[in-house]
């Protein structure tokens, strides 16, 4: 049967043909529809993970219990999941064993554009790398089975455009692969250092006869045209950008096509570049593939000539090879307006931001998440984002810096330093900052912006929502009695619903006069929940035009459906939910809720 899938969606069915049994992922862009897809299918046991570095470690123990097992996260994940994948490579697995990175040139949705290619030699990994979304379902069908042939994890590196990008896929059936039977055995899975010492040697063997493999597999394949002048070598996307580049003499132009990317085949590289006169390598942000070439002692060119940051498309591809402008159809002569991200219609996380932006002496350490946006104007309360778990943690480390003396440029002293972090995201690394901060006496103040959901990578749940991947009811994990459980003194913990701005103020105002850890917890959910929106569909706000004076007082909030004209402030009724905060900023009361929620 043949249909259109996302290579994210063929990555599922290809997880579910393969006779996968337990899949586990934390959401990030662009894999999160990895786990939402196969979570559909009832004979794959599914779940969210708090972090990554979770769900490699389920994912690796139902491995090592006999289960064919996936895990599947965003590039920088990996980071985050890097621990139990380096000891992974030294155990090895029982049930096939996969893990997806989804890199993301061109920061679409990341704080960094790393090119997770190189953990593969890193970590001793293979590494298969498909080019559409067909490759996609029999990459990972095969990555299951050469996981328990090689007795190693493979890993399955994918970036945006093939997670996104639809393509026809012939779809097959389910085979049932059994679980393996489990045998204790402690020299292969306790990695103490005596049985390490014993695995590294292994792991050279098994290297050894995966590049043997790599060299003679379907995987990587010679492209014959009619010349030999011109050689392409690609993997991933770039193959699909250097062929439409390369299209009008597409038959003169021979490709060594890369998938299985680790280890790299040496001897069909040196027989393919042996017959061709001038090698060139695209490739993505790294120059990972051009170096080994070169490694070889074979010439090529690559980076010389392609950019090293962001994404390629065959038109870039065309022009820094052939030196042409892209063919027609390639490119639109037209420049799009600018459109800075900005908090949504109704976010609840405005209210919080808005207080925040009144204070002139604090500082805010930010984290990963749609507060990140704060950080736009006319807020502009962000002062630092590293990665996800840092707004607690850095913000420690600002404290100890200010209180030391350090002062910004205005040479106007800091006198308090907030951290600012999500829900789905303090469950993933804040934790263990906070408990550094109780225990190492750090009087941040954190806020925790609780919106009920995994909002930024597309609503997945949480250990906050009570339900689980699949909708079911669950546990749900209480943020303020877990702080308490933390440490923090249950009078030092405040939840407020930050729409309601006299509410909010009040606690930041308690949070920057404690000398002690203080946990401000907002409590309302993403603007965009379906059920919220139907709940409050009925409900707008609308301006007096007697009463408003063209103060622009409500434009410091920043609402998207908030404008100003030379009748003063106007309202789009179309991207209003009535949350009523610019009503609360009116100083002459222009601004009022109209219309009833939804029951």
């Given amino acids: 049967m043949k249909e259109i899938m996302t290579g994210n969606e063929a990555i599922a069915r290809g997880a579910w043909e393969g006779g996968c049994h337990v899949a586990s992922a934390y959401p990030g862009t662009p894999s999160s529809e990895i786990l939402e897809n196969i979570s559909r299918y009832d004979e794959i046991d599914s779940e969210w993970s708090t972090n990554e570095k979770v769900a490699v470690e389920v994912a690796g123990g139902a491995s090592l219990g006999g289960a064919r097992a996936l895990s599947a996260m965003k590039h920088v994940g990996l980071n985050v999941a890097a621990d139990p994948i380096f000891t992974m490579s030294y155990i090895g697995v029982n049930g096939g064993f996969v893990v997806i990175t989804a890199d993301d040139p061109g920061f679409f949705s990341s704080q960094n554009e790393q090119d997770n290619r190189w953990y593969a030699p890193h970590a001793k990994l293979p590494m298969l790398e498909p080019s559409d979304s067909q490759e996609c379902l029999d990459f990972i069908k095969d990555a299951f089975e050469l996981s328990e042939r090689f007795d190693v994890p493979f890993l399955f590196r994918v970036t945006t455009r093939i997670c996104h990008s639809k393509t026809v896929v012939e779809t097959g059936t389910r085979a049932e692969a059994p679980i393996k039977p489990y045998q204790r055995d402690p020299q292969k899975c306790v990695m103490q250092p005596s049985a390490a010492k014993l695995r590294r040697y292994l792991m050279e063997d098994r290297e050894k006869a995966l590049r043997g493999f790599s060299n003679d597999c379907k995987y990587n394949r010679v492209e014959w045209g009619s010349g030999r002048g011109i050689g392409i070598i690609a993997s991933g996307v770039s193959y699909q950008h250097a062929r439409e580049a390369f299209e009008d003499i597409g038959g003169e132009v021979s490709f060594l096509k890369l998938g299985f990317t680790y280890p790299l085949p040496d001897e069909l590289i040196k027989r393919f570049a042996s017959e061709i006169e001038a090698i060139y390598v695209v490739e993505e942000n790294e120059p990972y593939i051009e170096n080994f070439v070169k490694q070889l002692g074979i010439k090529c060119k690559g980076r010389e000539l392609l950019p090293a940051v962001g994404e390629l498309d065959a038109g870039i591809v065309r022009k820094s090879l052939r030196g042409n402008e892209p063919a027609q159809g390639h490119s639109v002569d037209a420049t799009p307006p600018p459109r800075p991200p900005v908090l949504c219609p109704g976010c609840s996380h405005r209210g919080i931001c808005f207080v925040l932006s009144k204070y002139k002496d604090i500082a805010v350490s930010g984290d990963i998440g749609c507060y990140t946006l704060g950080v736009m104007p006319p807020l502009g309360v962000i002062d630092s984002v590293i990665c996800m778990g840092a707004g607690v943690s850095a913000g420690i480390g600002f404290g100890k810096a200010f209180s030391r003396g350090a002062t910004p440029p205005s040479g106007k002293k800091i006198n308090k330093v907030f951290g600012m972090i999500g829900d789905s995201t303090f469950f993933h690394s804040g934790i263990t900052g906070l408990i550094d901060a109780v225990?190492?006496?750090?009087?941040?103040?954190?806020?925790?912006?609780?919106?009920?959901?995994?909002?930024?990578?597309?609503?997945?749940?949480?250990?906050?929502?009570?339900?689980?991947?699949?909708?079911?009811?669950?546990?749900?994990?209480?943020?303020?009695?877990?702080?308490?459980?933390?440490?923090?003194?249950?009078?030092?913990?405040?939840?407020?619903?930050?729409?309601?701005?006299?509410?909010?103020?009040?606690?930041?105002?308690?949070?920057?006069?404690?000398?002690?850890?203080?946990?401000?917890?907002?409590?309302?959910?993403?603007?965009?929940?379906?059920?919220?929106?139907?709940?409050?569909?009925?409900?707008?706000?609308?301006?007096?035009?007697?009463?408003?004076?063209?103060?622009?007082?409500?434009?410091?909030?920043?609402?998207?459906?908030?404008?100003?004209?030379?009748?003063?402030?106007?309202?789009?009724?179309?991207?209003?939910?009535?949350?009523?905060?610019?009503?609360?900023?009116?100083?002459?009361?222009?601004?009022?809720?109209?219309?009833?929620?939804?029951?």
Avoid: W
Avoid at 444 to 455: F, P, S
Avoid at 513 to 541: N, Y
Avoid at 544 to 555: F, S, T
């Fill in 439 to 599: 225990v190492n006496k750090s009087p941040i103040a954190l806020c925790i912006v609780d919106n009920r959901i995994t909002a930024m990578t597309g609503h997945q749940e949480n250990p906050g929502t009570g339900r689980t991947i699949k909708g079911e009811p669950t546990s749900q994990i209480d943020l303020a009695s877990l702080c308490v459980a933390c440490g923090v003194k249950p009078g030092n913990v405040r939840k407020v619903d930050p729409y309601d701005l006299k509410e909010t103020e009040q606690a930041v105002r308690e949070a920057y006069d404690s000398e002690e850890i203080f946990v401000i917890i907002t409590t309302q959910p993403c603007a965009l929940i379906k059920d919220v929106q139907r709940r409050r569909a009925g409900v707008h706000c609308a301006v007096d035009r007697d009463l408003c004076v063209k103060c622009r007082a409500c434009m410091k909030v920043g609402f998207p459906a908030l404008s100003f004209g030379g009748d003063g402030a106007e309202i789009e009724r179309s991207m209003c939910n009535g949350c009523a905060i610019c009503a609360q900023v009116c100083p002459k009361h222009a601004i009022s809720q109209a219309g009833e929620f939804n029951d």
